[in-house]
RNA sequence: CGGGAUGUGGCUCAGCCCGGUAGAGCACUCGCAUGGGGUGCGAGGGGUCGCUAGUUCGAAUCUAGUCAUCCCGACCA
């Protein structure tokens, strides 16, 4: 390696690139707004995957597919829905390719046009939703909980790794229901799933709320989220759920018959978070050195690295590593021996440092014969020596302390961030000099939404779920509000 | 689509104003030493200078066109 690195408060957003281009996460590839994700980011898209796609089959969901290419007259059956997807959809308009007759290379061949225009999913409530159309005609039939992990596609005019590409991965999930009441339950608790999710394994704490109409997914009757705070102060959306009523299944004319013998719409709810929670993570927890991952998430959560001159000694210590990995394996730590010989020690220090992995362990031949290691934490970039016994347990408590240092790092740094102001003047003081979540009455319009958007960039993140409800007057327009929501400039 | 900038080995860039046939650092390969925080020394490999046309004896360098990328604005998980 070798690289200068670039500090946060030198260049926010130059730091991040680096990270993660410097830590193997990803880079672009030949397409433009398309990323290619190298075998280390994708390790903790999988981390992330195995343990989302665990509390959804645990909350009753079971995982299907469907295709990533949409009939165009799909799109237009929900009003809101073409609103909001049809200026970012990539359309298919032919099936076939020939050889140029003029030259070299190929051509779209002009005599295979599709009879009906194809577009590749945005999202996938339309083909799902004409898909369950087929599936059900009882209330004997619901509910049904679907969720598919796939990639999507919206053109984007700007893009950045992770945070936003044209395309990217996700799961979606997507629900129906006999009734209101259950439908939006099942909104709620996919919500506290994210919730519980971001916190407690990516620690990054999160505010759970809705959506104000304006920032509504198309064709959702409300939807929830949960924001996060990146180090920069800017908010970032990590996940949506979505009460989608009526909406789709009147679009695809969903009916279902009631034990009533009644024919009624059937209710819906989706739900999905992407590989943006891998921009998320690394803005939440890393610092100049690079990235820093929690241990619950860490592809490697202990990386060890032998120091040695001859070849007996490389042996010794390889050997000493691998009894203590399979005690550690045992423990179900995920453990990397660094045993290349092309590269010196130091080297490896600084390569897995910068790739957040929690712990180091070095072992050379002094410690080999004081039976100890030199541990580091990569959080607290502070160095012990520890005994070789009792060593597997000690690591086996430590990380879950790692965790929830991060955690709470996060934490107390969202926590002050988020602050309260009353007039016009001091929310753009805010806004410039202490960036967080800014807590400010709102009159609930969306013309003065819109009017402090167009000021300052600053959007409502949230009305925050278990709000206290609190008399107030608008920071804007001075008119009457009942509670305080959350604005934040954001990703 | 408007405003600004840039295209030169894998990467970051110098050279361009004042045309003379391409250079540095990093990375890579080999050798020797080194090995407890990004190792040192030596030797080597690798480039149609974005593309096209023009000016010229001669173009990375000048001119015109074209394509692409990046940054700033309007849209967004």
Not at 35 to 52: C, N, R, T
Not at 201 to 222: D, H, Q, S, W
Not at 267 to 284: E, F, K, N, P
Not at 291 to 316: D, S
């Amino acid at each position: 390696m070798g690289f200068d690195k670039i500090t946060r408060k030198e260049d926010y957003s130059a730091w991040y690139n680096e990270i993660v281009k410097n830590a193997d996460l990803a880079e672009h590839s030949a397409v433009k707004g398309c990323m290619v994700i190298k075998p280390y980011g994708y390790a903790i898209w999988e981390g992330m995957q195995q343990k989302l796609d665990f509390m959804f089959k645990e909350t009753g969901h079971s995982n299907a597919y469907f295709p990533l290419l949409i009939p165009k007259s799909f799109l237009s059956k929900e009003a809101a829905h073409v609103d909001g997807f049809a200026k970012e959809c990539a359309v298919v308009t032919h099936y076939r390719l020939k050889n140029d007759p003029n030259g070299k290379g190929v051509i779209v061949d002009p005599d295979a046009k599709l009879e009906e225009e194809l577009i590749i999913r945005p999202t996938s409530e339309t083909v799902i939703w004409s898909t369950y159309k087929n599936w059900i005609q009882s209330y004997r039939d619901l509910p049904i909980l679907l969720n598919q992990w796939a990639n999507v596609m919206r053109w984007e005019m700007r893009t950045r790794l992770f945070l936003r590409t044209s395309e990217f991965l996700w799961q979606e999930g997507h629900t129906a229901h006999a009734t209101k009441e259950e439908a939006l339950a099942e909104t709620v608790q996919m919500l506290e799933v994210y919730a519980d999710f971001a916190e407690n394994f990516l620690g990054v704490p999160v505010i759970k709320g809705v959506k104000t109409p304006n920032e509504r997914f198309a064709g959702a009757e409300e939807t929830f989220c949960i924001e996060g705070l990146m180090q920069d102060g800017k908010a970032l959306q990590m996940g949506t759920s979505h009460f989608l009523g009526q909406n789709f299944a009147k679009a695809f004319d969903v009916k279902f018959q009631s034990k009533e013998g009644k024919m009624e719409y059937v209710w819906a709810s989706s739900w999905g978070v992407s590989t943006r929670l891998v921009g998320a993570l690394i803005m939440a927890h890393s610092d100049d050195d690079g990235l820093v991952l929690p241990p619950n998430i860490a592809p490697i959560q202990v990386v060890m690295v032998p120091i040695y001159k001859t070849e007996e000694e490389r042996n010794a210590i390889l050997d000493y590593f691998k009894s203590l990995k399979k005690e550690l394996s045992s423990l179900n730590i995920r453990v990397k021996i660094d045993d290349r010989d092309t590269h010196k020690p130091g080297f490896k220090f600084a390569e897995w440092e910068y790739k957040g992995v929690p712990l180091r362990i070095a072992v050379g031949p002094r410690d080999m014969q004081n039976q100890t290691v030199e541990l580091a934490r990569r959080d607290t970039k502070t160095k012990e020596t520890f005994n070789q016994d009792g060593l597997a347990n000690y690591i086996h408590g430590l990380l879950p302390k790692i965790q929830e240092s991060l955690y709470l790092k996060a934490k107390t740094f969202r926590d002050e961030r988020i602050i309260e102001v009353n007039t016009w003047d001091e929310f753009v003081h805010a806004l410039d000099h202490t960036p967080g979540f800014i807590s400010a009455h709102w009159d609930g319009s969306p013309e003065t939404e819109q009017a402090i958007k167009d000021k300052t960039k600053a959007t409502i993140r949230c009305i925050p779920l278990e709000n206290k409800l609190e008399e107030g007057k608008c920071i804007l327009t001075g008119n009457k509000s009942s509670q305080r929501v959350l604005f934040a400039r954001a990703y």
